[in-house]
Each structure stands twice: as structure tokens, then as C-alpha cells.
């Protein structure tokens, strides 16, 4: 379900943002370093560094706003 919606703001935001989806169940260190314990899981980060944490399916308008505002 999260997967159209990411497709859809990289659509949008592709030049300015860097979209990238791990699979947790085949790269579980990166989720344990992450402390990723739901999915899905969308972080951003600006400059290296967690700035907005959303679990479970999030709409697209409440991850556009989010990014609109980082941006």
C-alpha cells in the first residue's frame, strides 16, 4: 500500500529528495541500526540525520507536508 505513494512523491520530489526502500527481512542489520520495529517505516533525514519518524501506512499529503516543510 506505501509502495504507489512513494512513487508517487518521488515523482514530485525525485530532484531534491533520495527515495530508498530496504527490504528488513533480508538486510536486518540496517533495520536493527535503524530501529525499525514496524512496517513499513519511512524515515527522513536531511544532512545525514533523522529529522521525521511515520509507522505504519501514511497517506501521501501527510509525507508531502512533512517534506515541504524540510525542504
Known sequence: MQK???EELEKKYGDKVE???VDVDENQEMA???GIH???TLIIQKDGIEVKRFMG???G???ASELDKIL
Do not use: E, G, H, R
Request: glycine fraction near 0%.
Open 4 to 6: 504507489p505513494i512513494l
Open 19 to 21: 527515495f530508498k526502500v
Open 32 to 34: 536493527s541500526k535503524y
Open 38 to 40: 514496524a512496517v513499513p
Open 57 to 59: 501506512v501514511t497517506q
Open 61 to 63: 499529503s501527510v509525507l
